[in-house]
């Protein structure tokens, strides 16, 4: 199985820009794709960001596009979430997750990490 811990979340100020880590651990992370969901309070998680296992395929959900960039290096095991410009419901707890399979819902991912708090103040 795959352990993932995400990293460098914290609270900000909207326009500021914020760089979350994804440690993965146990298995290399080359074969599996990996994203970025987030999850606000009451809301249902939802998909950020996602790139192949390949690397040659990147996804986001429109409301990020152009501010969000998501990478990966294989050879640290870490994924990757660069923000800027962030903006107050951009608030959530963000979350890496690992999949074998096809897809982007998080119903989709086979592990997931615990999570870490973005917060972007007004």
């Known amino acids: 199985q795959v352990q993932l811990v995400e990293s460098g979340g914290g609270l900000v100020s909207a326009g500021d820009s914020l760089r979350l880590s994804c440690a993965a651990s146990?298995?290399?992370?080359?074969?599996?794709?990996m994203g970025w969901f987030r999850q606000a309070p009451g809301k249902e998680r939802e998909f950020v960001a996602g790139v192949s296992r390949g690397g040659r395929t990147i996804t986001y959900r429109n409301s990020v596009k152009g501010r969000f960039t998501i990478c990966r290096d294989n050879a640290k095991n870490t994924v990757y979430l660069q923000m800027i410009s962030l903006k107050p419901e951009d608030t959530a707890v963000y979350y890496c997750a690992a999949e074998s399979g096809i897809g982007w819902s998080p119903s989709s991912m086979d592990y997931w990490g615990k999570g870490t708090l973005v917060t972007v103040s007004s």
């Open positions: 146990g298995r290399t992370i080359s074969t599996y794709d």
